[in-house]
């Protein structure tokens, strides 16, 4: 009997601090306590006291400055370094939607722009990606090329001939985000 008692006082257990469910009320009490929350809340509302705190810069509208750096130093190494032809000509192709880039030049040219972009590629591609864009337009104005006609492409970069190559056995979450030039060999291959 003592067993029997302890498993119905088991069942009715609730964890401390666990609010009590509302007793049952009939359909005027009910009405009437949503009306008395609702004057409060308005009353409340009119003294700003559950007024919505405003912030100057939404999400959307967050200005990443490290980001914006790289943008322009970026968009300065593929107009003036001393390869920049390279870049023009990979920009003259019509179908072309990405940026070879050498990481030697990039290391050569801009060697603090080369560690920022293998240090967090990942946070820096967007930024890239539209310094691409902004030279592809450049390059077309400059040349007086038709521009592309899909004004929303979207543009990428590819960088080559990284200084470190990793195994694919040696990545680790710390290399994730980061830019990095991976060997292996691929022995099968799956359909998803």
């Given amino acids: 009997m003592a067993m029997a008692a302890e498993e119905e006082s ?13 007793l049952p009320q009939s359909q005027e009490q009910a009405h009437a306590a949503t009306q008395a929350q609702v004057a409060a809340l308005q009353s409340n509302t ?19 400055e490290a980001g914006e750096l ?26 072309m ?23 967090e ?5 967007p930024h890239l990606r539209r310094a691409v864009s902004e030279f592809i ?8 090329l038709d521009r592309p006609t899909d004004l929303y492409k979207a543009y990428f970069v590819s960088v080559f001939n990284l200084p470190n190559v990793i195994c694919v056995r040696m990545l680790r979450t710390e290399m994730i985000g ?10 099968r291959e799956y359909a998803i």
């Fill in 70 to 95: 790289v943008r322009a130093r970026f968009l300065d190494f593929l107009t003036n370094c001393p390869h920049a032809e390279s870049y023009r000509k990979q920009a003259h192709k019509v179908d």
């Fill in 10 to 22: 088991s069942d009715n257990y609730t964890p401390p601090g666990t609010p009590e469910p509302p």
């Fill in 137 to 144: 337009d450049h390059v077309h104005q400059e040349d007086d």
């Fill in 178 to 187: 980061r830019l990095c030039s991976v060997a292996g060999t691929v022995t």
């Fill in 97 to 119: 939607d990405t940026i070879t880039v050498d990481h030697a030049h990039l290391r050569d040219y801009d060697g603090e722009l080369a560690e920022a972009l293998d240090g």
């Fill in 121 to 125: 590629y990942t946070r820096f591609s």
């Fill in 46 to 64: 009119e003294t700003n006291h559950l007024e919505q705190p405003t912030f100057e810069n939404d999400d959307a509208n967050v200005l990443d």
